[in-house]
């Protein structure tokens, strides 16, 4: 087995309590989540970790496949390696169970680059962002990267901070999905959080000011997560548009 998808699904939210089986088009969330997952070719297997028995019971219900872990995780990375010490995967795919519309082909963009060079550790995605004033929303992570993909930082400010040409500045989100080589992510917890990681709330600093570097691939996708009950009706309204097609 080369690639595991991991789904770290946590019942409390302080926004969202119960978010992962959140009903979506008679569907809970979580099932999108894991069914996207299933469809990407290079992923050999899919697991949803949680602590919570009712999530379990509800993955187990759809068919998916479900490792308990210890409820003392304070993040998703945590208890996604918890997973990962049990398999003998080579690389470990980190999906959030809050974009429930993200394609197979956005995880394989993730994936490749580890697969095709054997000195990337860990990766992650990006994308244009739209709308320029999306640029300040400090709930919409920003990313800026070198001539060669990798990241140089990520922000919840808008960067890079622009004086003239205003129009000519892109804006990249960063789409918090990460790949990581299993060896990469046991040593990646074991890490004393940072300052800029703290500061930011960005768990991802702390690879960078670890001096690890971070490949970062550019996709067509958009983000369209749930962060509150009100997300729902935009997902299905879009999932219904696209049954009408």
């Known amino acids: 087995m ?18 992962p089986l959140a009903m979506i088009c008679g569907k809970p969330m979580v099932q999108y989540v ?16 949680t602590d919570d028995e009712t999530i379990q019971k509800v993955v187990e219900g759809f068919g998916g496949e479900v490792f308990i872990t210890k409820a003392t995780h304070e993040t ?6 918890e997973v990962a010490r049990h398999y003998q995967a080579q690389f470990i795919v980190n999906l959030q169970g809050d974009e429930p ?13 580890l697969l095709e060079d054997n000195r990337i550790v860990m990766s992650t995605l ?7 004033c999306e640029a300040t929303n400090p709930n919409i992570v920003k990313v800026v990267t ?3 993909g990798y990241a140089l930082y990520f922000s919840r400010s808008p960067i ?26 046991m040593t990646f917890t074991q890490l004393p959080q ?4 703290k500061a930011e709330r960005l768990e991802q600093l702390r690879a960078l000011e670890h001096g690890y570097r971070i490949r970062v691939v550019e996709t067509a996708y958009s983000p369209i997560g749930v962060d509150v009950p009100e997300d729902i009706e935009h997902v299905e309204r879009i999932l219904k548009q696209r049954a009408n097609r």
């Open 194 to 197: 940072t300052k800029l990681e």
């Open 2 to 19: 080369k690639v595991i998808a991991v789904i770290p699904a946590r019942y409390g939210s302080t926004r969202f309590k119960g978010k």
């Open 101 to 113: 519309l993200l394609p197979p082909t956005a995880i394989e963009d993730a994936v490749l680059p």
């Open 126 to 132: 990006k994308t244009k962002l739209r709308d320029q």
């Open 160 to 185: 890079p901070y622009h004086y003239e040409d205003a129009d000519r500045v892109v804006f990249f989100r960063h789409i918090g999905l990460y790949v990581y080589t299993r060896a990469f992510l």
């Open 34 to 49: 894991y069914e996207n997952a299933v469809r990407c070719k290079i992923v050999d297997r899919v697991v949803v970790a």
């Open 76 to 81: 998703g990375t945590d208890r996604v390696a």
């Open 146 to 148: 070198d001539h060669h």
